[in-house]
C-alpha cells in the first residue's frame, strides 16, 4: 500500500468549508483514494472514494489531481459535529491488502 | 440490519488469562479484519481474512490468534494476555468490489489487561 502524509490536526469554525489534504508520492496504478471518519469510542465510517478528478457525495466531496500524487477532502459548511479524525487510505482495497490506516487528522470544529 | 456485531463491549483481564473476542457481520462479506487502536493512534491491522478458511497476518499479530468460523464470524483471541493488549479492538468486514472498497466497523471491545 502507498504510504500516506496528512496534517496531525486542523481547526477551524462552524460554517466553514474545512479541506483536509493527503499526499500519496508513490500511489499505484491500480490504486483507489478512500477516506474514514472516526468520532470517539466509535469505528471508522466511509467517507468517499475516488480514482481520479472529482467525486462528490451527500457528506464531502474529493477532489484528485492528474498525477493523483495528493488528494484533497472537501467538508461544506462544517458544524460541531464534524469534529473527528479523518483518515486518508491508498491501496486497491480490501480483500488480501487489507486496509492500512495512518494516524490521521483530528478536525476540531469551534463554534 | 445489524452490520458488523462485536461481543464483548468491554472486558477487563488479569495479565496471564485468556479471552475469545468476536465478531460477526449480516452483509456476506468475504472479507473481514480485526485491529486494535491504542490512545490517540490510528488502527493497527492485526489480522485479516480475505474469504472463509484463509487468514493472514497484518502489523501486529503477535500474541494473537484468530478463526474464521464460517463466513459470518471472525473471532480474535488471546492466549495470555499482557499489559501491552490493553487497547480497543476493532472488527470489520468489506465489500469485495475489487479495487473501489469499503469497509464496515463494529463498536469496538474495550479491553483492559491488568
Known amino acids: 500500500l502507498a504510504k500516506t502524509t496528512q496534517p496531525i490536526s486542523m481547526d477551524s469554525y462552524e460554517g466553514q468549508e474545512v479541506n483536509i489534504t493527503c499526499s500519496h508520492n508513490?500511489?499505484?496504478?491500480?490504486?483507489?483514494i478512500t477516506w474514514y471518519q472516526q468520532f470517539p469510542s466509535q469505528g471508522p465510517r466511509f467517507i468517499i472514494q475516488g480514482y481520479k478528478t472529482k467525486v462528490t457525495n451527500e457528506v464531502a466531496s474529493l477532489f484528485i489531481p492528474a498525477d493523483r500524487k495528493s488528494s484533497t477532502l472537501s467538508l461544506p459548511r462544517v458544524s460541531l459535529s464534524d469534529t473527528a479524525v479523518y483518515y486518508c487510505?491508498?491501496?486497491?482495497?480490501?480483500?488480501?491488502?487489507?486496509?492500512?490506516f495512518g494516524k490521521g487528522t483530528h478536525l476540531i470544529i469551534q463554534p | 440490519n445489524a452490520g458488523v456485531t462485536q461481543t464483548p463491549k468491554f472486558q477487563v483481564l488479569k495479565t496471564g488469562q485468556s479471552m475469545t473476542l468476536q465478531c460477526a457481520q449480516d452483509?456476506?462479506?468475504?472479507?473481514m479484519y480485526w485491529y486494535r487502536q491504542d490512545p490517540g493512534m490510528g488502527l493497527r491491522l492485526i489480522y485479516y481474512?480475505?474469504?472463509?478458511?484463509?487468514?493472514d497476518k497484518g502489523e501486529v499479530p503477535n500474541g494473537y490468534n484468530v478463526s474464521r468460523l464460517n463466513k459470518r464470524e471472525f473471532s480474535l483471541r488471546l492466549e495470555s494476555a499482557a499489559p501491552s493488549q490493553t487497547s480497543v479492538y476493532f472488527c470489520?468486514?468489506?465489500?469485495?468490489?475489487?479495487?473501489?472498497?469499503?469497509?464496515?466497523f463494529g463498536q469496538g471491545t474495550r479491553l483492559t489487561v491488568v
Open positions: 470489520a468486514s468489506s465489500t469485495d468490489r475489487g479495487r473501489d472498497t469499503e469497509a464496515f
Open positions: 487510505l491508498v491501496g486497491e482495497g480490501g480483500g488480501a491488502d487489507g486496509l492500512t
Open positions: 508513490n500511489i499505484a496504478t491500480n490504486d483507489y
Open positions: 481474512s480475505a474469504s472463509e478458511g484463509t487468514t
Open positions: 452483509m456476506n462479506h468475504n472479507s
